[in-house]
Nanobody, 118 residues
Framework: QVQLVESGGGLVQPGGSLRLSCAASGIIFGINAMGWYRQAPGKERELVAT???????TYADSVKGRFTISRDNAKNTVYLQMNSLKPEDTAVYYC????????????WGQGTQVTVSS
């Protein structure tokens, strides 16, 4: 199974920026999506953004215009550039790999903490 390792979390002031990275080890095959989810204390895990290796992105309404997802297929790495951060963006951010075609068992990263606070 592919392992996902996130990096780039931390503490930032409101209005600041952070860039998350997620590197996948192993062979990733077919049409697949890599993305980011987040989970705040007491809340369910929610989609932040995803990107398909052959093109196409999806964003949560709450992050549109502030976050940008990108990926380097040659490096099996996905990035999340987060700008204009708000306190409500505070959460543990998880990287996710999903296989679309052919279908297969996806993977979760271990999570990285993002805290937006003054």
């Amino acid at each position: 199974q592919v392992q996902l390792v996130e990096s780039g979390g931390g503490l930032v002031q409101p209005g600041g920026s952070l860039r998350l990275s997620c590197a996948a080890s192993g062979i990733i095959f077919g049409i697949n999506a890599m993305g980011w989810y987040r989970q705040a204390p007491g809340k369910e895990r929610e989609l932040v953004a995803t990107i398909v290796n052959v093109g196409g992105t999806t964003y949560a309404d709450s992050v549109k215009g502030r976050f940008t997802i990108s990926r380097d297929n040659a490096k099996n790495t996905v990035y999340l550039q987060m700008n204009s951060l708000k306190p409500e963006d505070t959460a543990v951010y998880y990287c996710r790999l999903d296989y679309i075609n052919p279908p297969g068992i996806g993977s979760w990263g271990q999570g990285t903490q993002v805290t937006v606070s003054s």
